[in-house]
């Protein structure tokens, strides 16, 4: 995908999709471990990933999105673009920032020899993030601050704005020496990395680097984070009031890299399920899966791999198959000469398998019919999956 914003409008050429096509069906089999025989839409869906070209036109989707270039699905709403190499200050007038690790109060209170202490806090909590300021002289909080970000927003970037705000608040105050505290050590490496060009972080530093100039003393220090500091509690407190207040305009409202890193992924998985649903192959797996967008969410809780594969494939050890191939003298299975013996007669039907039909509605409440092997799936399988992560 080097490059793909210059050349993935060729990837849309049918021609090219298909060399593209014939590429992947190999790889997507052996993820699934499936039959070579398996279509490419089903080894696709049971691998778990996306055609080729698509992913092309996400790649170059992504690179126009972080250049600035709008996102039809965010409106008039602008993605968090980091800030040009050439807009930073020049190295030489950089200044040397670290923060300090906490642990307890303990040594907070040893380090507690400034003037001034600002509390910062980001946080998520109801889909509403809020970040937030404490500032403390002596034992008491004399003033604090809250800002309200878009819904959209990461509780880093919740982190990241409190600590660029407590550096505007050093730049304008009296005092002679602060003391800043955050429990998020990602903002604040963030921040002291030079090489980081978040603009959160590039404003930070600038204002970090001024108020060096006032001849101002600032230590930066990560403290752990529900350990029952009352500067860091407070600060949480209201970060989550921030986060819960209904403002109507918000203080900062950049979207993640992230979150357009995911619409453009909702914009494929749309497209990618267009295809699979008009294909004609993958019949069988569509029983399982009858949306290409569901079974991408589902099928890395399942990771198919061998007999699973066969089944949700129809590809694999069964007498209708065998048959087709040439490796099978009849298509019919043990239980009646007249039945073929496909996957779904063996599931839905075969009189062999009663029994294990038997236990498993016993175990799971559910019947095995052709009309719901798909909710079977979502279902069954999944909580089978999540007891076994609990053990
Ligand atoms: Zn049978």
Redesign the pocket.
Known sequence: MYAAAAWAPASKKIGAQKLLNSVQRGFAQKLCKSYRTVSLHSALTLAGILPLDLRIQEAAALYETKRGSPLPELGDRETESRVGFAETPHPASHTDIRFECLEDQRQVDRHNVQEVRIFTDGSKIEGKVGAALSIWKGESEIRNQKFCLSAYCTVYQAELLAICKATGGVLKGKEKSYGLYSDSRAALETVANHSSLHPLAVESRENLRKAFIQGKDVSLFWIKAHAGLPGNERADDLAKEAALASKRKHDYDRCPISYAKNLIRSRSILLWNDRYKSGETAAVTKLFFPSAGDAYRLIRKIKPAGLLTQVLTGHGGFSQYLHRFKCRESPS????PE?E?TII??LT????HDKARYDFSQRTKEIVKLDNLHELIANIFLDDFKNLEKM
């Open positions: 299975c043990d239980c009646d039945k013996q007669h063996l039907e075969c009189p062999v």
